[in-house]
């Protein structure tokens, strides 16, 4: 496979869908430091904003498209002249700029959210593209609910909207409903049944309403989709988009899926925090990759397979992701190979007649606390030893 069929583009709508979240509004200064450190990351695409929503998300796009140099940077817009208007003059100032339009194709959308027919969808499709086409080049068309979308009805959407001038096309798993191999489906039938597929890059947009979002991006990258649009931390509308970070490690991690990215991937932790403090939005501890459990072990068994070889229990090694180390966390749980090691990390090498002291206390204090931090482990090294009889 040549390398250009295997480049996966990663386009990054932290700051539009991710912002969408209720409470998660940043100001364009935030905006901005967002977008230069997805910069540093490595992102391909930013997807700035949505202009011509407020006065305000027009002058972050605007601002971004000055702040950043190396990412194309992409503005929203509905099928509608005056979004796509909106988009153009906010994207004015940018290096490599994008227009991402588009309408819903399900039955449901064209039914009762548009009240139209699937005849006059496909005409206000093609004209948006050919309307923000006088503007730039690369455009992408987003067929909103292409998840609960018929196949046939959606490959001659794409097929017309390519033939309007779209160069990427947007597959959005809107609701979050489609299962990994119905949603891969999907990105096959499209790669083999639209002409003029080879023209356009196929784009996978997967929400996470039934905690599926990654497991459908990774599916749709194996089927042809050649981008996937994702968030710093899984952020977005209801239960979020899907996590840019879940799918760069997974494609990392098996490399045999043939699918490179430019992402560094030392960024992904202080790129995580950044997003998460500037819009007030914690991480959940067991996150994947980012979450503060994601390289933590408190189970004995664990623990002991750690300290032998890190391999045993983390398929991650954490310094790839920008996490300086694992975390080998002591409570009730955790076993004698754990509290040798951190005694020595605090400077006590321990025989083993006095580790068996050591432990025996350590489990009456860790059946109080949830944790035993080291100033606890100083005390009771301190109470055991103490009362340790002297060698003769």
Not at 8 to 35: M, W
Not at 285 to 310: E, L, M, Y
Request: aromatic residues 6%; proline residues 3%.
């Amino acid at each position: 496979m040549a390398m250009a069929d295997t480049r996966i583009y990663i386009f990054d709508t932290t700051l539009r869908d991710g912002e969408q979240v209720p409470g998660c509004k940043l100001n364009t200064e935030q905006k901005i430091e967002i977008a230069m450190q997805l910069e540093r990351l490595g992102v391909d695409i930013i997807e700035a904003g949505f202009p011509i929503s407020s006065p305000g998300d027009f002058r972050s796009v605007e601002a971004i498209c000055q702040a950043v140099k190396e990412p194309v940077v992409c503005g929203l817009s509905r099928a509608v002249e005056k979004d796509i208007d909106a988009a153009a003059a906010a994207l004015k100032g940018a290096k490599r700029s994008r227009i991402h339009t588009g309408i819903g194709t399900s039955e449901s959308h064209i039914k009762y959210k548009l009240k139209s027919t699937q005849a006059k969808i496909l005409e206000r499709a093609v004209a948006a593209v050919a309307y923000a086409k006088k503007y730039v080049e690369d455009i992408e068309f987003y067929a909103e609910d292409a998840g609960r979308t018929d196949n046939e009805y959606l490959a001659r959407v794409c097929e017309a909207v390519i033939k309007a001038g779209a160069t990427v096309l947007n597959i959005p798993d809107t609701t979050g409903y489609c299962l990994p191999e119905e949603y891969g489906a999907k990105i096959r039938f499209l790669k083999e049944n639209v002409k003029g597929i080879d023209k356009a890059i196929l784009s996978t947009h997967c929400h996470n309403d039934l905690g599926l979002a990654t497991a459908n991006s990774i599916a749709g990258v194996q089927n042809g989709a050649r981008q996937i649009e994702c968030t710093i931390n899984g952020i977005g509308e209801r239960a979020g988009n899907t996590s840019l970070e879940e799918v760069v490690m997974i494609m990392r991690q098996h490399p045999y899926l043939n699918l490179g990215n430019r992402i560094e991937s030392k960024l992904l932790y202080s790129t995580s925090r950044l997003v998460s403090e500037s819009m007030a939005m914690p991480v959940q501890p067991n996150k994947a990759i980012v979450g503060a459990n994601a390289f933590a072990h408190s189970s004995g068994i664990h623990q002991d397979g750690v300290i032998k070889k890190r391999e045993t229990y983390e398929i991650i090694d954490p310094i790839e992701v920008g996490v300086d180390h694992s975390k080998i966390v002591l409570t009730a749980r955790s076993g004698r190979a754990a509290i040798a090691y951190r005694c020595k990390q605090i400077g006590y090498d321990l025989t083993k007649l006095e580790l068996d002291a050591v432990y025996a206390l350590f489990l009456e204090v860790a059946d109080k606390k949830k944790e035993v931090e080291n100033d606890d482990l100083e005390m009771i090294i301190a109470k055991t030893l103490k009362n340790q009889p002297a060698a003769l």
